[in-house]
């Protein structure tokens, strides 16, 4: 419990963007699994289209400050290499 008005505000704000923050991450993460089931199909088309969708998911989740920029490009670089590898 907090002791003071501005600890309970801070808690207030906290359960807000922990909120706010846990469906940005779900999203991103059921675009990667769509993602995946596309690469698993072996459906060029579907994984471009579904890695497009999870790029500007991350991105914008990046700028928001739910992920780090490096975590967001990590993610990118990963998912990229599997598209890529899906044409040879």
């Known amino acids: 419990m907090p002791n003071s008005l501005n600890a309970a505000k801070r808690h207030r704000q906290s359960l807000t963007r922990r909120m706010r923050n846990k469906t940005i991450k779900s999203s991103v993460r059921t675009s990667i699994k769509a993602f995946e089931v596309a690469v698993k199909k072996h459906d060029r088309e579907a994984a471009e289209v579904n890695f497009k969708k999870f790029v500007k998911l991350i991105d914008t989740a990046a700028g928001k ?10 993610k990118k670089s990963r998912l ?3 598209l890529v590898g899906m044409a040879s």
């Open 65 to 74: 400050g739910v992920y780090h920029k490096n975590t967001a490009a990590r």
């Open 80 to 82: 990229h290499k599997v």
